[in-house]
C-alpha cells in the first residue's frame, strides 16, 4: 500500500513540454521535383503531451528571394513531427526554417497550465537544388 503523502504538484502527472534539437531533410540533397520528408528531431522527448503546433517556411536564397512556401502544421502524438513537401523546379539553394509552438497536455504542465512553448535549438537547414 502506498503510503506516500500525495500533492497537486507531484511530478508523476505533470506534462512536460518536447523540445527539439534540428531539422533534417530526407532526402539530403534533393532533385527538382522531389518530395521531400522532413524530420523535426527530439532533443528531449517531454512526456504526457498529446498536440503540437508549429510552422514552417521554405525560402530560396540569393537576388529573386521572392519565393517561398510557408505552413502550419498539427502533429498528434508523442512523436517527433514529419512533414513533406515537393522541391521546387527552380535550381539554388534554399532554407527550410521551423518555427516551433504550442504544445497540449490532457494533464497541467509544470506551472499549472494545458499548453506550453516548445523550442528548436537548430531550427533551420538549408539544401541546394540540383538536376
Partial sequence: ????????????TDSVPPSFKEVVIEPATPSMGDTVTATVKFLNEGKKWYKLTYSWTLSRSGQHSDYF????????????????FVVPD??????????????????????GTLSASTTIQNGSTTFRVTN
Fill in 90 to 111: 527552380t535550381l539554388g539553394t534554399y532554407t527550410l526554417t521551423m518555427h516551433m509552438g504550442y504544445v497540449q497536455a490532457s494533464t497541467l504542465f509544470p506551472g
Fill in 1 to 12: 500500500v502506498d503510503l506516500a503523502p500525495h500533492h497537486c504538484n507531484d511530478p508523476d
Fill in 69 to 84: 512556401i510557408s505552413n502550419a502544421e498539427t502533429q498528434v502524438g508523442e512523436r517527433e513531427p514529419t512533414f513533406q
